[in-house]
T-cell receptor
Framework: AQSVTQLDSQVPVFEEAPVELRCNYS??????LFWYVQYPNQGLQLLLK??????LVKGINGFEAEFNKSQTSFHLRKPSVHISDTAEYFC??????????????FGTGTRLTVIP | GAVVSQHPSWVICKSGTSVKIECRSL??????MFWYRQFPKQSLMLMAT?????????EQGVEKDKFLINHASLTLSTLTVTSAHPEDSSFYIC??????????FGQGTRLTVV
């Protein structure tokens, strides 16, 4: 079974400052990793995903994340945040190689608040 | 990317009535869809896996008679909250997987039972 830990429930940051949202996972098998963003009263939108290859993954809205297998981490970063980045961010993991449908395991989410 | 449409986006109903929520994959076929429930300021909790043409698989602690799931076609799954009560008020989200990698989510449904 997999699990995901997002240590920071809330992260306030000033506009144009850099930000890092932390995500650690545990799994006995290889995994795919995802970051999703949720705006109020909306579903989840995929920011980026790591399936294989380069450990540095670039996503939408200027976000990037780095897969670190030895530390079982997949931290999300942005060099300069904007007010519009205020939202809830979820890290998720699914088991690699599963055929058919397989569930995503979500972290508890990090609320990013960008302060003007 | 693929699109999953969820309807309605919000609904208010009286206690004791039933509410149906639809989840459609618009441009791809989804043999499996997932239904989640999200409490305020919390993560998504998987309720059940909806399988086209067969019975849904419910997670432990989720009442299957309370939350009826029907996946009648490759593009439509429905969740019916039967005899709704105020404690059923929540945000419900569906998703569909494309292959075994990426999941696409509906916009969510805010259910308020009064």
């Amino acid at each position: 079974a997999q699990s995901v830990t997002q240590l920071d429930s809330q992260v306030p940051v000033f506009e144009e400052a850099p930000v890092e949202l932390r995500c650690n996972y545990s799994s006995s098998v290889s995994v795919y990793l995802f970051w999703y963003v949720q705006y109020p009263n909306q579903g989840l939108q995929l920011l980026l995903k790591y399936l294989s290859g380069s450990t540095l993954v670039k996503g939408i809205n200027g976000f990037e994340a780095e897969f670190n297998k030895s530390q079982t981490s997949f931290h999300l970063r942005k060099p300069s945040v904007h007010i519009s980045d205020t939202a809830e961010y979820f890290c998720a993991v699914s088991e690699r190689g599963q055929t058919g449908a397989n569930n995503l395991f979500f972290g508890t989410g990090t609320r990013l608040t960008v302060i003007p | 990317g693929a699109v999953v449409s969820q309807h309605p986006s919000w609904v208010i109903c009286k206690s004791g009535t039933s509410v149906k929520i639809e989840c459609r994959s618009l441009d791809f076929q989804a043999t499996t869809m997932f239904w989640y429930r999200q409490f305020p300021k919390q993560s998504l909790m998987l309720m059940a896996t909806s399988n086209e043409g067969s019975k849904a698989t419910y997670e432990q602690g989720v009442e299957k008679d309370k939350f009826l799931i029907n996946h009648a076609s490759l593009t439509l799954s429905t969740l019916t909250v039967t005899s709704a009560h105020p404690e059923d008020s929540s945000f419900y989200i569906c998703s569909a997987r494309l292959g075994n990698t990426e999941a696409f989510f509906g916009q969510g449904t805010r259910l308020t039972v009064v």
